[in-house]
């Protein structure tokens, strides 16, 4: 059963960082894309960052780029988003999703995300 965990989310205060975390299982990731996606209340879902897991191509939103970092775990088949210099509109809810490689695929698995909220 193809699985995606996500944790590591919570509150921090602005200025902070906070490590998240995507567990997958029932799966084994080589020809996947990873990506991690934000959804605020009130707002449509957004794309934040992506690594391809056997090559380590990553790629991110404008709006993080600098601050946060897309990174994976071979052995732990896991992929982190480290986030620094978090800002109030950081907060939402981070979802982990995957697609295969092929060109025009889509993102057809998702975790359950976990909540970030940015606050003093």
């Known amino acids: 059963q193809v699985q995606l965990v996500e944790s590591g989310g919570g509150l921090v205060q602005p200025g902070g960082s906070l490590r998240l975390s995507c567990a997958a299982s029932?799966?084994?990731?080589?020809?996947?894309?990873i990506g991690w996606f934000r959804q605020a209340p009130g707002k449509e879902r957004e794309f934040v960052a992506a690594i391809t897991w056997r090559a380590g191509n990553t790629n991110y939103a404008d709006s993080v780029k600098g601050r946060f970092t897309i990174s994976r775990d071979n052995g732990k088949n896991t992929v982190y988003l480290q986030m620094s210099s978090l800002k109030p509109e950081d907060t939402a809810v981070y979802y982990c999703?995957?697609?295969?490689?092929?060109?025009?695929?889509?993102?057809?698995?998702w975790g359950q995300g976990t909540q970030v909220t940015v606050s003093s």
């Open positions: 999703a995957v697609k295969p490689v092929y060109a025009g695929a889509t993102y057809n698995y």
């Open positions: 029932g799966f084994t990731l080589d020809y996947y894309t």
